[in-house]
Nanobody
Framework: QVQLVEAGGGFVQPGGSARLSCKYS????????IAWFLQAPGKEREGVSC????????YYADSAKGRFTISRDNVKNTVYLQMNNLKPDVPAVYYC??????????????????WGQGTQVTVSS
């Protein structure tokens, strides 16, 4: 059974940085795509970035390009999302999600069937 546990949320000042982590376990198939989504109150879940464990290829939403970096430590079974130059906004919950054997990278949330519990990030002064 796939399990995903996020960590690293909290309060961040505008323009600051934060690094989220997603520790995964239970991966038994050839490869997985692991993604980050965010959801603000009253809004739909929005894809941020994803990474394939097959070759560490990555994909970013336009809003994340140039500011966010997704990476993986395959010894620690952890995926990271480094977020820089964060913009002030309402608090959002960042979720880690995974799907097995998806050969192409995208951020369509219904394709991901394993989800973590989420970690909240608040960017505010």
């Amino acid at each position: 059974q796939v399990q995903l546990v996020e960590a690293g949320g909290g309060f961040v000042q505008p323009g600051g940085s934060a690094r989220l982590s997603c520790k995964y376990s239970g991966f038994t198939l050839d490869f997985y795509v692991i993604a980050w989504f965010l959801q603000a109150p009253g809004k739909e879940r929005e894809g941020v970035s994803c990474l394939s464990t097959r070759d560490d290829s990555t994909y970013y939403a336009d809003s994340a390009k140039g500011r966010f970096t997704i990476s993986r430590d395959n010894v620690k079974n952890t995926v990271y999302l480094q977020m820089n130059n964060l913009k002030p906004d309402v608090p959002a919950v960042y979720y880690c999600a995974a799907v097995a054997k998806m050969w192409y990278l995208d951020l369509i949330s219904w394709k991901y069937y394993s989800w973590g519990q989420g970690t909240q990030v608040t960017v505010s002064s």
